[in-house]
Structure formats: C-alpha cells, structure tokens
T-cell receptor, first 114, second 113 residues
Framework: DVKVTQSSRYLVKRTGEKVFLECVQD?????MFWYRQDPGLGLRLIYF???????EKGDIPEGYSVSREKKERFSLILESASTNQTSMYLC?????????????FGPGTRLTVT | DQQVKQNSPSLSVQEGRISILNCDYT??????FLWYKKYPAEGPTFLIS?????DKNEDGRFTVFLNKSAKHLSLHIVPSQPGDSAVYFC????????????FGTGTRLTVIP
C-alpha cells in the first residue's frame, strides 16, 4: 500500500511566521504535489515536482515555495504566513512517466493562521 | 478559471437507489478523467478513471460515463450504500502533459439509510 504522510494534522500559526509543511511518501514515486482545499473551490495545485530538486508552479504558487532534496520528501514553505492561507493542505504523489497515473494523497494538514 | 466543474454541491439519495454525480469540463485537450472520494479528515482516495478512447468504465458498483462531444462525465453508484457518503471530486488531465490533475469543486453525497 502506498503511504503518504504529512508531518502535522493540525497547525496554528501567527501572521508573519514562517511555516513548514512536510510530506513523505514511501513508494519511490517520481511526482509529488501540494494542493490546498477550500470550500467551494475544490483542490487547487500550488506546486509540483517531478524529480529531486525540480519544481514547477501550479495554479496558485504566490506566497509559497517548495523544496525537494530527497525523492521521498516534498516540503511546502509559507515564507510569511497570512490569514488568507488558512486552509487544508494536501500532499500527493504519483508514479512518473507520461500518463497521469492516479495520485495518492496524504491525510492533510489543517492550517489556521491567526 | 475553473476548467472542471461540478455544479451540484450536494446530493442526497436513499440507500439502494442509484447515485449520479456529474462533472463538466471546458478544456478539449483533457483526455484522462478520474473520480476521487474524500471522507472528512482524510485525504482523497482514487475511485475510478477513464481514458477518452472509451465512453464507459465499470468497477463493481461504480461506473463512469464519458460524453466527449458534451464535455461531460458522470459517476453512477448502484446500489448506493451509507458508506458511500463522502465528497466526490472529478479530475481531468492531459495524458502527454505534466501529470497535473485539474479538480472540480466536489459534490457531497449523502446516502440515507
């Protein structure tokens, strides 16, 4: 079974703090993704990575950065948290290659910025 | 701009009846479609997919139908069970693209015992 784990289930941070969200997958997947889920907006892609040290912007990268130093780990960084970044953050991974194989999701981190 | 749309935010169905969840897309380049199910406090889990070379794919109680000319897909669940109560997301992708999935806004299905 593919397992995607996220470092925290719930997180409360103050405006202006630097926030790190960690994601680890154990199936040697090439691709990793960060989404945020908001009511009425579905899942929106923030960043993705198709290889170590590679990253691509998704639909809403503003205010975020990412790091992928090892294949199994993909970190999302909020350089200076703001209240509009309060959301559910979901990490996912998938096998690499040309086909859009299904993505496997972690349980999510609910981040509240006060 | 939302390229994948689920216009029904919620749906209630009696146990044993059919649930039909709908999804529309605008990008004609999409050629691979997936449905995910999400329970509260869990990440989405893959349910079923379909390539644009097909118009139907079936897996047990779940069937996905694709109408390319209408840019529409639907998920049928027969018979519906209380454990099917969840939020369902449809997603679309381009097979030769960058593995990105474009998600709809989700439909909350409630199956009434």
């Amino acid at each position: 079974d593919v397992k995607v784990t996220q470092s925290s289930r719930y997180l409360v941070k103050r405006t202006g703090e630097k926030v790190f969200l960690e994601c680890v997958q154990d199936m040697d997947h090439e691709n990793m993704f960060w989404y945020r889920q908001d009511p009425g907006l579905g899942l929106r892609l923030i960043y993705f990575s198709y290889d170590v040290k590679m990253k691509e912007k998704g639909d809403i990268p503003e205010g975020y950065s990412v790091s992928r130093e090892k294949k199994e780990r993909f970190s999302l960084i909020l350089e200076s948290a703001s209240t509009n970044q309060t959301s559910m953050y979901l990490c996912a991974s998938s096998i690499g290659g040309g086909a859009p194989y299904e993505q496997y999701f972690g349980p999510g981190t609910r981040l509240t910025v006060t | 701009d939302q390229q994948v749309k689920q216009n029904s935010p919620s749906l209630s169905v009696q146990e044993g009846r059919i649930s039909i969840l709908n999804c529309d897309y605008t990008n004609s380049m999409f050629d691979y479609f997936l449905w995910y199910k999400k329970y509260p406090a869990e990440g989405p889990t893959f349910l079923i997919s379909i390539s644009s070379i097909k118009d139907k794919n079936e897996d047990g109680r779940f069937t996905v139908f694709l109408n390319k000319s209408a840019k529409h897909l639907s998920l049928h669940i027969v018979p519906s069970q209380p454990g099917d109560s969840a939020v369902y997301f449809c997603a679309a992708s381009v097979q030769t693209g960058a593995n990105n999935l474009f998600f709809g806004t989700g439909t909350r299905l409630t199956v009434i015992p």
